[in-house]
Structures are given as C-alpha cells and as structure tokens.
C-alpha cells in the first residue's frame, strides 16, 4: 500500500526526500519580507510564517490580526507561486512569543485560511493548530481550511521532556482523527535515549501508512532528528536561514545538503 500524501503547491509532503521548511521571524512587514527573500536563495520550498513574532508592539489581538492581514499580499507575492506557506501562532505555553486566548486564535487562523483582505484564496497554504487547544476552535479551524482547500499541520509540543514512545504515537494518531492532513510533534530530550524515543516513534507512525507526519527532537541533543528525518519517516523538518525560531535548529542549506547525503 502506497503511503497517503498531502500537496501544495505542486509539493507532496510524504514522498520521496523531506521539506525543509524555513520560519519568517521578522517583527515588521519590512523584516518579514527581507527574510521572506534571503530564504527564497534556498532550497527551501515551504516557509513558515510565525505570526506571534510579527509586530509585537501590537497588544491588541485585533490590532494584531488587521496588521497580519494586510501584511499578507505582499508576503504571498515575494514568495512567488512555486513556495508554499504556513501560518503558525505559537502559543507562550508552546515556546512562542505572545500568549492568545483560543477564540482569537481561531478568528485569526479562520481570518487567513478564508483570504479576507488578502486578495486571493489560495495566500495561505497550509495552516497550524495547536491541538490541545479548545476542542471546539480546532474542530472549527480545521473545518474551514478543508473548505478552503487549505492543509492542516495539527501540532504538540514539549518544552520540557520527551513523553513515553507510546504516548507520541497515540498523539500523531489522535492528532489525525481530528482531521490533521499532517500531525506533529515536537518534543524536548533530556538524554540520547529521548531522541531514539522521538524517531522510534516516528517510524511507528510512518508504519500506518496513513499520511504524513513531522517529528522533531528540539535542541542540540535533538539536532540529528532532524536530517534523519527521511529514514524515521518524518515528511519534513524545519531550518533556519539567520534568526531561527526554536532551538537547535540548523541553516537551510545545511540541512538540505545533509538530506541529499543521509537518503536511505
């Protein structure tokens, strides 16, 4: 049985060699776009924006949001139609920048996923929900970006251990019975032992068969899970092209290079 896949853009996350997705960090349109550009000299095909660092000077969450959506036109322009992007607010309880309640999460998310303001439908490709989030604001999230045609990476995180290899297999299985195109997860090791967790864990998951996945072992005890992403079944990791935007991530190029070396 051939493993399901997701596609944007052309891109099919679960065949063949892994994305390397990279993060737009930048705290104003100017330094969002600048950094949209420098990744653009990668390989890179999937960029992730991280609307919790974007324009922290903006307390208010509707404030916040209008900044976001009008920043969105020229962002999906200076990545050109062969990139994807992702939109992410990383919550402060899941390594973020800013704290947001669930319903401004799920306006924001729904706001991006339906295109309002951003002139075109398809600006958004694929959309993250942290799944512990309130139940109801996932369902309603990822409900509207299946209308939309828009992909959903449904994610976990641990800043601080890495959970039992049982428990990190039940998570990516939970995390697509919810309707995630792409479960993941995103642990923290305290030891060697914890990054074999994560990848045993992958591969587990990859075994299903059911579709793609990402896991990642975070910091620089973690840092070979994510050029081993291939081999352990991840369908992609994240890279950095200057200011990252978690710990132990590695540049771009690197992680490209290393990919290409370590296939299986």
């Known amino acids: 049985m051939r493993r399901r896949t997701a596609t944007v853009r052309g891109?099919?996350?679960?065949?063949?060699?892994?994305?390397?997705?990279?993060?737009l960090v930048g705290a104003d349109e100017e330094d969002l776009l600048a950094q949209a550009e420098a990744a653009g000299g990668t390989r890179a095909r999937i960029l992730e924006w991280r609307l919790d660092r974007f324009?922290?000077?903006?307390?208010?969450?509707?404030?916040?949001?209008?900044?976001?959506?009008?920043a969105l036109p020229a962002l999906r322009g200076q990545l050109g139609p062969d990139r994807a992007l992702l939109a992410t607010f990383r919550t402060a309880a899941e390594?973020?920048?800013?704290?947001?309640?669930d319903r401004d999460l799920g306006s924001l998310l729904e706001a991006l996923i339906t295109g309002r303001r951003a002139g075109?439908?398809?600006?958004?490709?694929?959309i993250d929900i942290e799944t512990s989030r309130d139940e109801r604001v996932v369902a309603?999230?990822?409900a509207a970006a299946h209308r939309h045609g828009t992909v959903v990476v449904g994610s976990f995180h641990d800043m601080d251990t890495t959970p039992p290899e049982s428990e990190l297999v039940e998570i990516l299985r939970s995390q697509r019975l919810l309707g995630a195109d792409v479960p993941k997860i995103a642990v923290t090791p305290r030891s060697p032992r914890d990054v074999l967790t994560l990848l045993s864990a992958s591969l587990t998951a990859a075994e299903?068969?059911?579709?793609?996945?990402?896991?990642?072992?975070?910091?620089?005890?973690?840092a070979s899970s994510r050029v081993a992403a291939e081999t352990f079944g991840s369908a992609a990791t994240f890279a950095s092209v200057g200011e990252g935007s978690?710990?132990?991530?590695?540049?771009?190029?690197?992680?490209?290079?290393?990919?290409?070396?370590l296939r299986p």
Request: hydrophobic letters at 45%; zero cysteines; glycine letters at 12%.
């Open 140 to 142: 309603r999230v990822i």
């Open 55 to 70: 324009r922290p000077d903006l307390e208010d969450v509707g404030e916040h949001r209008e900044a976001v959506l009008a």
């Open 208 to 222: 299903d068969l059911s579709g793609p996945h990402i896991a990642i072992s975070m910091g620089p005890l973690g």
């Open 246 to 261: 978690a710990p132990g991530q590695l540049r771009a190029e690197d992680v490209a290079g290393m990919l290409e070396l």
């Open 11 to 23: 891109i099919e996350l679960g065949r063949a060699r892994p994305e390397v997705i990279v993060p």
């Open 95 to 101: 390594g973020g920048a800013r704290p947001i309640a």
């Open 120 to 126: 075109t439908q398809s600006a958004v490709d694929l």
